[in-house]
């Protein structure tokens, strides 16, 4: 509660200095003001109570959406680091942190190592999206990357998040595109609209790879994690040759989730009723609209599927992530659910990460060869 507690008492605090000052004008004036401070602490006991049940769970649904972006110590990412090796070497927010210590140049020059694998998009609606694009390794066996993957991060998060599980699509052959979410990492500003609108920024990528000779024809595979989810489950459905489809700490839909980040941040009810409506008629957010759940429904059949969840996960619990999975229209044989009983939300290839590439290996050879037979048929 002191996310609505503390700017209600900064709020009344504000206005009784001003009905403080106005006291000591009139004192000044020598102007007579009997029981002054009985109505104004009357007045002001009834403005706090206005402000903690009104004014801060309005203003909140109001500023979060126009607030959304990567974390502080996550906007100094440039982009992956590929030795001349071939060598993917990860980064973390410890190395970021070790790279740029405090009181460092809060702009340095671009590493030129990260700086050749940035591009700009524009997605339909005219927002530029700046995307990550990893080479597939050469090999003396392969011309070129065996398949495509698209991968998107979560909220508050950028493309640092997802270089563990691009590292182990690339390691399997694919040429790995790294997608900044609007109003994330070094992509454009726009209502942050949690799905709706982000799911544009995940077809300007897949566009992409759909426009260059070299990875035009070679088979997709899209990849969200957390907020990712959602941008990538509505994007699937209208990707007529997408593969594979891999969705960790799944999204269910956007009115239920954003009711549980608000009960994990300690906002019960009636206050999160509240802010929900102003996330809806004053933030603009589509609350009813951003649903993975009605997207999923319509996913084509022939696409191979795997769901990740985790045990601990309250964000996007495992019953949720069940569901998703039962109202797939996919063949039991071309989907899998996964729940890792020992992670939290979007950590379980920290909790299990030799079962996390095993997986995703495994998924890449079904969704891989399905693409083939259906080809031959």
Known sequence: MAVVIVPAVAFTLATFLVALLWRLGLALLRRPAPRYFRHTLAWHAGLFVFHVFVTVPLLLGFLIPRNVGTRPDERRYEGPIVAADGTWQLQSRESLAADHPPGSDPEPEMNPATARHAVMLTARDGVPIRAFVVPAPSTPERNGPRFVAVLVHGLFRGALEIETPGAMFRDLGAEVVLVELRNHGGSGRALATFGRDEFLDVLAAVELTRERDDTRDRPLVLYGVSLGTAAAALAAPQIP???????????????????RMLGLIGIPQPWKGTILWSFRRLGGVPLEEVSPTRALAG??????????GAGQDKRMPPDTVRALYDGLPTPPDRKELWIEPDATHGKVWVAAPEEYRERVARFCERALGARVEDEVR
Not at 244 to 257: F, I, N, Q, Y
């Open 241 to 259: 040759d997408l593969a594979g489809l891999v969705l960790d700490a799944p999204m269910d839909d956007l009115g239920p989730a954003a009711g």
């Open 299 to 308: 996913l084509s059949p022939r696409v191979q599927v795997l769901l990740i």
